[in-house]
Each structure stands twice: as C-alpha cells, then as structure tokens.
C-alpha cells in the first residue's frame, strides 16, 4: 500500500467513525425527549405516534448542530493554523532561558558567582539588575551611531566580566577614553591590573615594542643553543623539558618558524597591499622591508645586534637612509652578509637585483610606507616595552586601547597590536598544555576583545581564521560594527560571511542600512498568522474561508524604528535558539552599580623622550672591515693634518677669539647700563660690581623691590645674559683654551 492509499483510507476510516458518532448522538436526543415525553404517563407506541415528539427530536438535533457549527467557525482559525506544516517562531521568553543550559538570568549583585559570558540583556527590574548572558562564542553587535550600542551593550559586558567568578582578561578599543574613565577603577578594585596604549598621546602612553614577539622568541633559540642541560635522560631549556635532544632542535626549528611568521604579521599590516591592480610594487617594496627585519633578527640571534636596537626605529633610519638609487649599502647588509640558508635574499632580491628603471617604481613604494613610520610619537611608544601581553591568563587584565578617530595613520597600529596579542594568547595556551597545565590547548582565564568601531579599524590579515582557532582557545571577540556592509566592504562577501557565522551569538541595537535590517529580520525568522476571507458572488451565496500565513516575526520597519526616543532594546539571535527581544537599560541611569568607584582621574603618565642616539643601529657599522678601514684612514689624516698647524695659526685663532670675547662682553655691559637706570643706586652699585656668573642671579633677587613692568625689564636682561651672552663667552673661553 503506498503513502497514497494509506491516507486515503485513513480518511475513510475517520468519516465512518464521524457517521457512528453523530448517529449515537441522535439516537441519544431521540431516546431523552422519549423520556421526558413518558413523564406524562404515555407510552412508547404513543409517544412514537405523537407529532411533537418529532418535532422536539428535530429542533434538539438541529439546536446541536447549529451549535456545533458555530463552534467549528470559530475554532477554524485555530485548526487551520495547527493542522499545517508552516514555521512559526516565537520569542524566547525569560522564563524559558532560566532553563537552559547555555544561559544564565542572574541580579548583577550576584554576577561575582556566576561564570563570566556573553552579556545579551541587562534590565533594571525594581531595585535590581536582571543580567542574561551566554556561554556562546563570539558576538557580533549591529547599532549604528546613536543607537545606544556603548551605554546599551559595550558598558554592561564590561562591568559584568569584570565583576564575574573567573575574571576574565579584558582588550577593549576605546576611541574617546571614555570606557577608561568610567570602568577603570571599578576594575582595578576588582583585582585587575590596568594598561593603556595611547596612541592618541603616544609619549605619555605605556610602550609596547611590536617587535618584541620576534625578541622573545630570539631569547628562546639563544637559550636553547646556549644553556641546554641534560638530566636524567632529558634535556631543558626555554622553561620546557625534552625527551630527546632532537625534540630541542625541533623546539628550535618551530621558535624560527614562528619568527618568519610574526615578522610577515608585522611587515604585512603596517604595509598592506592596496592597489589590487597592479600590486607588484607594493609588494615588491613590502617584501624588501619584511627581509630587513628578518635580517635584524637573524643578527641579533648571532650578537651582532644588541636586543634594544630591535625596534621599528631602525627599520625606518636604515631603510629610508639607504634606499636610494645606490642600493650597495643595502646589497651589502641584506645579501653580501647572509649564510646560505638565509630566506632574507629571496625576500629582497626582486628589488635590489633589478634594472634601475624598474629599481625607482619599488623604490618609491618602500618610502611612502616608511612615511608612517616618520611619525616620532609612534617611534617613542615602540622603543621599549611595558606591556605584558604573553601572561594575559595568569592574572586579571583590562587593557584599554584608545584609538584617535582623528589620526587614521596610527590605526594600523591598533591592528598590529590586537594581532599580536591574540598570536601571543594563541601560543601561551599551546604553552600551557606543553607544561601540564592543562588538559587541552587552553588558556587559563579567558579573555575578551571588545572592539568598538571594528570595520573602521585597518583590515585584519586572516580575521577568519582568528575567530575560527580563537573557538577553542578560551579568547572571545565582540564585534561591534554599524551594519553588515561595513564588514562586506571591508573583508568581502565571503570572508564577511565567515565572520558571520562564526559568531554565534548576533544583536541588532540599530542599522541606517536596509539590508542589514532585511537580514537580521530573516534571521529571526517568521511566525503564523491567522487568515480569514470571504467570497461573494452574486450566482453564488457568500462563503468564507480561514487558513494560515506567514510574517516576519519582526519586520524590516520595525527594526528601523527600533532603539528611537527610548534607548534599550535588543534583538538577539543565539545560534540552536529562537531569537529574544532582551533591554539593556543605559548605562547612564545606572551610574552607582555600574561604576561605583567613580571616574578615573585623565591624569597622564610622565612623558618619556625618545633619545634615537640610544637606540640607533647602523647597517654600514657592521658589513665589512673595508670601512672600518676608511673611517681609520680619516682619522689618522685628520690627526696629521691638526699635528701641522703651526703657532701662527693658533695666534690668529686666538686673536679672533679675543675679538669675539671683547664684542661679547661690550654687549652684555651694553645690557646692564640699560637695565640700571630703573635701579636705585645700592642696587645698581652691586650689580655693576658683581662678576659676570653671579648678575644674573643678582639681578633675580632684586626683581621684588620693583613694579610689574621694571620687574619684567629686569628678568629680560637677566634671561639675555643667561641664556645667551655668558654662553658664548664660556664658549670663547674654552676654544681659546683649547
């Protein structure tokens, strides 16, 4: 029997048991009024012959019917509606997510004994603050400018992991410094330690060396060469333990490895390729400064550079100084100066082993990717380094990066830096599993990245990746954009889908852009409505008919009219769980539980000088022994040329310097005959009689017994002396010595 046949007769099997039972029904009706008939004493015979025994019998059964009918119409709906195969969706209540595993509804005065997670809604309720969060990984936030997206999402996840049990790391990108102001010292009460990278005031800023994952990393391979013990069949060194010697050389090989690597990270996001179509350029010059670098650090694992010249200082002063048309210095470092095996002559020979029309295009390319690296606030920031971002999971951190919307050559700073630190996280879980800490690959703590502004921020090298690896290595990113096609016109459809659906958990606060709001309205999916309609015609009496549709759960217009006068609302889609319509109340009314310790104080670090001299290293300091030649022979001439001077020289030279002295020293008496006209006559009899190195202190000293204005006169000439005349006689003084 096929599927035909079976509901066919399952049809018919339903109709005849409809027959039966309406035919018990009558029979029942007609056996009741019988009944009732007989209370008049007549018999069945007489009652079966009485005409309004019938007629009773007919209007019961049709008062039924009728009855039956009417209720079949108004439940039609309901049938037509269960009775189909159509979606319907419906918001997940809060009640229901109190009984899910993967949720957590808690009062935030309890948040420090629960697990930290994803904040989806955090409502004042009363004299409470009812939090929902999710376990789910990674989150991406649409609320375009003045939706409420920081006061509605951004504060509330930062307060809420802060105040949570496990204490997770924190990285948060704070253009205006305000998330600092508000949260930085509840965190720090909290027990986490606070780090600002300023690029917006980069010399009062913490320093951060990017080129310290390549030295940390150099410190490994020298130590494995150098301190590599051998005990009880095992080897040590770098903080690990080795069955064999060649799992040290292996250790070895992989710490070289991860050099190449972080070095490209570096090079390829402060130097991206942008012209899509005719890229050789770029990346020809891209690649000569990405074979610097590695040359500096194959240099430094040899001791030919100190660990403090590894900095972004010396890529710029070398390359910018060298990278002319007479490339020999360069040739010299980057090729003459390698070992066989060297990748640094791969990376650069396309451009120093070219025709010299071809050598000025890529030679252009490199200077104008130097030109960011011009900027002296970024070199001073980049000079050392300050923050520990390897050790991330062994205590709480918040870092806050604040990034000046103003100064878009600094963003890719921001890039680099957030892509390191994941890189370094990513490796300290490896570690961790490495040492027995942990069962798996795995931080310790977890930490989250909450990136405001993310598609504003320069692209990131393999986003897809890092949210792809970042799953299971305890490291959570929040994405918080203006609208999906931020993130197509960044990365593209595919890698934008990727980032997509990689991230689990999806809140709508508010998007200028159409097509954001029709995908997130599909993404909520739709639920089943109620259709009724009537047919008229005038063959035909009137009939109507009720079925089922279907709707957006919420519509495209709503989502537009979402978050207008009143900020709060939400829309949230978790990945395995209808959608729910959570509130966020804003921040700003809820000052006391959210920042309770108050603001932090603006007050900036004491700034740090950059002193170039103390950090400089020089290619041409190390090719070879011709030049330390050369500069021998300058000298030795140099010294020969000074031993034939003879004593008429040196008389004139003395003589013009005495000259000089005596000019000098009219002028200053110039200044004082000037200046005392306004003194009264003790005061002026002392000045006269001081030596020249004590009138100006004297001078100084007697402003109090003055007005404003001579005062003002007086601290002039004594500023002229000072800072002018009195150096200049030093200077005659001392060359006259000489």
Same mark, same amino acid.
């Given at each position: 029997?096929?599927?035909?046949d079976?509901?066919r007769?399952?049809?018919?099997k339903?109709?005849? +048991?409809k027959?039966?039972?309406?035919?018990?029904?009558?029979?029942?009706?007609?056996?009741l009024?019988?009944y009732?008939?007989?209370?008049?004493?007549?018999?069945?015979?007489?009652?079966?012959?009485?005409?309004?025994?019938?007629?009773?019998v007919?209007?019961?059964?049709?008062?039924?019917l009728?009855?039956y009918?009417?209720?079949?119409?108004?439940?039609?709906?309901?049938?037509a509606?269960?009775?189909?195969?159509?979606?319907?969706t419906?918001?997940?209540? &809060?009640?229901? +997510? =109190?009984?899910?595993?993967?949720f957590q509804?808690y009062?935030?005065?309890?948040?420090e004994?629960k697990?930290?997670g994803?904040?989806?809604?955090?409502?004042k309720?009363?004299?409470?603050?009812?939090?929902? $969060?999710?376990?789910?990984?990674?989150?991406?936030? *649409?609320?375009?400018?003045?939706?409420?997206?920081?006061?509605?999402?951004v504060?509330?996840n930062?307060?809420?992991l802060g105040k949570?049990k496990?204490?997770p790391?924190?990285?948060?990108?704070?253009?205006k410094k305000?998330l600092y102001?508000?949260?930085?010292?509840?965190?720090?009460?909290?027990?986490?330690?606070?780090?600002?990278?300023?690029?917006?005031?980069?010399?009062?800023?913490?320093?951060?060396?990017p080129?310290?994952?390549?030295?940390?990393?150099?410190?490994?391979?020298?130590?494995?060469?150098?301190?590599?013990?051998?005990?009880?069949?095992?080897?040590?060194?770098?903080?690990?333990?080795?069955?064999?010697?060649?799992?040290?050389?292996?250790?070895?090989?992989?710490?070289?490895?991860?050099?190449?690597?972080?070095?490209?990270?570096l090079?390829?996001?402060l130097?991206?390729?942008?012209n899509?179509?005719?890229?050789?350029?770029?990346?020809?010059?891209?690649?000569?400064?990405?074979?610097?670098?590695?040359?500096?650090?194959?240099?430094? @694992?040899?001791?030919k550079?100190?660990?403090?010249? +590894?900095?972004?200082?010396?890529?710029y002063?070398?390359?910018?100084?060298y990278?002319?048309?007479?490339t020999?210095? +360069?040739?010299?470092?980057?090729?003459?100066?390698?070992?066989?095996?060297s990748k640094?002559?791969?990376?650069?020979?396309?451009?120093?082993?070219?025709?010299?029309?071809?050598?000025t295009?890529?030679?252009?390319?490199?200077?104008? /990717?130097?030109?960011?690296?011009?900027?002296d606030?970024?070199?001073?920031? $980049?000079?050392?380094?300050?923050?520990? *971002?390897?050790?991330?999971?062994?205590?709480?951190?918040?870092v806050?990066? @604040?990034?000046p919307?103003?100064?878009?050559?600094?963003?890719?700073?921001?890039t680099?830096?957030i892509?390191?630190?994941?890189?370094?996280l990513?490796?300290?879980?490896?570690?961790?599993?490495?040492?027995?800490q942990?069962?798996?690959?795995i931080l310790?703590?977890?930490?989250?990245?909450?990136?405001?502004?993310?598609?504003?921020?320069p692209?990131?090298?393999?986003?897809?990746?890092?949210v792809?690896?970042?799953?299971?290595?305890g490291?959570?990113?929040?994405?918080?954009?203006?609208?999906?096609?931020q993130?197509?016109?960044?990365?593209?459809r595919?890698?934008?889908?990727?980032?997509?659906?990689?991230?689990?958990?999806?809140?709508?606060?508010?998007?200028?852009?159409?097509?954001?709001?029709?995908?997130f309205?599909?993404?909520c999916?739709?639920?089943?409505?109620?259709?009724?309609?009537?047919?008229?015609?005038a063959?035909?009496?009137?009939?109507?008919? $009720?079925?089922?549709t279907?709707?957006?759960?919420i519509?495209?217009g709503?989502?537009?009219?979402?978050?207008?006068?009143e900020?709060?609302?939400a829309?949230v889609? &978790?990945?395995?769980?209808?959608?729910?319509?959570?509130v966020?109340t804003?921040?700003?009314?809820l000052?006391? &539980? /959210?920042?309770?310790?108050?603001?932090?104080?603006?007050?900036?670090?004491e700034?740090?000088?950059?002193?170039?001299?103390?950090?400089?290293?020089?290619?041409?300091g190390?090719?070879?022994?011709k030049?330390?030649?050369?500069?021998?022979?300058?000298?030795?001439?140099?010294?020969?040329?000074?031993?034939?001077?003879?004593?008429?020289?040196?008389?004139?030279?003395?003589?013009?310097?005495?000259?000089?002295w005596?000019?000098?020293?009219?002028?200053?008496?110039?200044?004082?005959?000037?200046?005392?006209?306004?003194?009264?006559?003790?005061?002026?009899?002392?000045?006269?009689?001081?030596?020249?190195?004590h009138?100006v202190?004297?001078?100084?000293?007697?402003?109090?017994?003055y007005?404003?204005?001579?005062?003002?006169?007086?601290?002039?000439?004594?500023? =002229?002396i000072?800072?002018?005349?009195?150096?200049?006689m030093?200077?005659?003084?001392?060359q006259?010595?000489?």
């Open positions: 029997m096929n599927r035909k079976i509901t007769h399952k049809k018919r339903k109709n005849k +048991l027959l039966l039972f309406w035919g018990i029904l009558f029979a029942f009706v007609a056996v009024v019988m009732l008939f007989s209370l008049g004493g007549k018999s069945i015979g007489e009652i079966l012959s009485y005409k309004n025994y019938w007629l009773s007919g209007v019961a059964n049709g008062l039924i009728i009855g009918l009417m209720m079949y119409r108004v439940d039609a709906q309901n049938i509606l269960n009775e189909n195969d159509l979606e319907d419906e918001w997940l209540s &809060v009640k229901r +997510l =109190k009984k899910l595993k993967e509804v009062d935030y005065k309890s948040a004994q697990t930290d994803i904040v989806i809604g955090a409502e309720k009363g004299g409470s603050v009812e939090v929902i $969060t999710t376990s789910q990984l990674h989150a991406l936030i *649409v609320g375009t400018t003045g939706s409420g997206k920081t006061t509605g999402f504060e509330q930062i307060a809420v949570s496990g204490k790391s924190i990285v948060i990108s704070d253009p305000e102001e508000k949260h930085a010292r509840t965190l720090e009460k909290e027990g986490y330690k606070i780090s600002v990278l300023d690029l917006r005031e980069p010399y009062s800023s913490e320093r951060w060396n080129m310290n994952v390549l030295l940390r990393r150099i410190r490994l391979v020298k130590d494995l060469e150098n301190n590599l013990q051998q005990k009880d069949g095992k080897y040590y060194g770098a903080g690990e333990v080795f069955l064999s010697y060649r799992d040290a050389r292996t250790r070895m090989q992989e710490l070289k490895d991860e050099i190449y690597e972080n070095a490209q990270d090079v390829y996001t130097c991206p390729v942008q899509r179509d005719q890229p050789t350029w770029e990346q020809g010059a891209r690649n000569l400064i990405f074979g610097f670098v590695l040359a500096m650090c194959e240099d430094c @694992i040899k001791g550079i100190d660990e403090s010249q +590894l900095v972004l200082f010396n890529v002063h070398n390359i910018t100084k990278c002319s048309e007479d020999t210095a +360069l040739r010299n470092y980057l090729i003459e100066g390698r070992d066989e095996f640094v002559r791969g990376l650069v020979n396309t451009v120093l082993i070219t025709s010299d029309k071809t050598l295009s890529y030679l252009s390319e490199v200077n104008s /990717y130097m030109q960011q690296l011009s900027d606030g970024i070199m001073s920031m $980049t000079s050392e380094n300050d923050l520990d *971002v390897v050790n991330m999971d062994e205590s709480p951190n918040a806050f990066i @604040i990034v919307d103003e100064r878009f050559t600094r963003h890719r700073f921001v680099l830096f892509t390191q630190m994941y890189k370094e990513v490796e300290k879980a490896n570690l961790n599993l490495r040492r027995n942990t069962e798996t690959a310790k703590r977890n930490t989250y990245f909450v990136l405001d502004e993310f598609a504003n921020l692209k990131f090298e393999n986003i897809e990746g890092m792809t690896v970042a799953r299971s290595r490291i959570r990113f929040l994405f918080v954009l203006q609208s999906y096609s993130l197509t016109a960044k990365y593209g595919d890698v934008g889908d990727i980032i997509k659906t990689n991230c689990n958990v999806k809140i709508f606060i508010g998007s200028d852009d159409s097509e954001t709001r029709k995908e309205s599909e993404l999916g739709q639920k089943k409505i109620k259709q009724f309609s009537v047919n008229t015609n063959d035909n009496p009137a009939s109507s008919n $009720t079925g089922a279907l709707q957006p759960l519509s495209v709503m989502l537009e009219r979402l978050n207008g006068d900020k709060g609302d829309i889609s &978790v990945r395995g769980y209808e959608p729910i319509w959570t966020f804003p921040s700003y009314e000052k006391k &539980v /959210y920042f309770p310790e108050g603001k932090a104080a603006i007050g900036k670090r700034a740090v000088l950059f002193e170039k001299e103390n950090y400089v290293f020089d290619i041409t190390d090719v070879g022994q030049i330390e030649d050369k500069l021998s022979e300058l000298i030795e001439e140099q010294e020969a040329e000074e031993a034939r001077a003879d004593e008429n020289d040196k008389a004139k030279r003395v003589a013009k310097l005495t000259k000089q005596d000019d000098v020293e009219a002028e200053l008496q110039r200044v004082v005959d000037n200046i005392c006209v306004y003194l009264d006559g003790k005061d002026e009899k002392a000045v006269r009689q001081a030596a020249y190195e009138k202190r004297l001078l100084l000293a007697i402003t109090e017994h007005n404003r204005s001579i005062a003002n006169e007086i601290r002039v000439a004594a500023d =002229k000072q800072l002018e005349l009195l150096p200049r030093k200077e005659y003084q001392e006259a010595t000489k």
